[in-house]
């Protein structure tokens, strides 16, 4: 076990060129709602946090990197900034030209047994990614946070994955099919075979009735959030699988046109808009589909950014009006697979047709 080499993709790979760059940099700057620097907002870091195999490890910031064993405060090694510097430059050029799914940087790996890391992600139980205790200037305190790190080195990465838990069911109403029609929809191939089904039995008079979520845990998730959040996104699904957009902007707005809640409107009370972010948000900081949702971040801090050109900003809980709007600007829906999934195919319940459709949620490169 302590021969095995590290691999990983570019996603897992960008989480320790993080750590070696805030540690390197000594500063974590903020986002504004198109990605770019805000240089005058800052949290310096004071250390970082980690949970490894061999125990709890601290690395405290100051004029050396100090690696401190979490549990007896003793320093085990003292190294130069200057070392951070180099290997985090390095990384970064590795995983941008890398080639293969997964990969290893000997060097790099190294490097982090010397240091006490022997694993990419620190504890791959929890939403956070990264845990850092930074300088808060607006209270003076040191607060520890948990921060979800997305990155743009490699394939865009998702904020909600999917999962049987993620599929939506609806009630098919004012259509009558014979089994050789059922079978005809069900057996439409191709890249948007879900698309192609759902526009013919709309085709055929068919409209899709929210029924309800496969998974109670994720309704009601979404019911604590808001209880019409269901129905929203019931709404938003349908759309994206008639073929009338992907971006959660794109169709945010297509349902604020339709107001499928009828919602009174007339003093431009942004409902959709502030629901969705809100959604947007708790799936970010902690909430999943298959765990119950109890309000509480894990992501405490907020989430870090690797752009593709290498930059790490974050968006702070503080940041919140910046952090939201990224996040609608930069998410969109897409089709995971079916048959995995176990939707998008008409079936029967007590003489009644129904059709399931799968909500999965990745931020747009």
Known sequence: MENKKITG?????SEIYVF?????DGKLYAADSNLKKISDIFYPIIKILR?????????YRNSKIYVINGETSETIREIPISDFKKKAKFLLKQILKSKGITFSVPPIEQFMKSIECSTLKANPQQKR?????????????????????????GSASTLLNASRGTNFVYKLEDVHLNKKQINEINNINGRSKIKMRVRKIEQLGGRFRFSGLEN????????????????????ILLDYYRGEGNSMFDLTNNVLKRNPCNYNLTESHPFYEYKIKNILTDIALGMTSTNVWNGVYDATGGIIIVRDDGEV???HIYNRNEFQDYLLKNTKLETPSSSRHNFGKIYI????????LNLQIRFIK
């Open 51 to 59: 949970d490894e195999i061999r125990g709890k490890w601290e690395y």
């Open 313 to 315: 900003l974050c968006y």
């Open 20 to 24: 070696f760059k805030l540690l390197a």
């Open 216 to 235: 109670e845990i994720f309704k009601l998730n979404l019911q604590l959030i808001d209880t019409i959040l269901p129905v929203i996104i019931s709404e």
């Open 9 to 13: 993709n570019r996603g897992e790979w």
């Open 349 to 356: 319940e007590n003489s009644e047709y129904f059709f399931k």
């Open 129 to 153: 990614d990264i845990t850092i205790v930074v300088h808060d200037p607006r209270t003076g305190f040191n607060p520890i946070l948990g921060f979800s790190i997305k990155s743009q080195l």
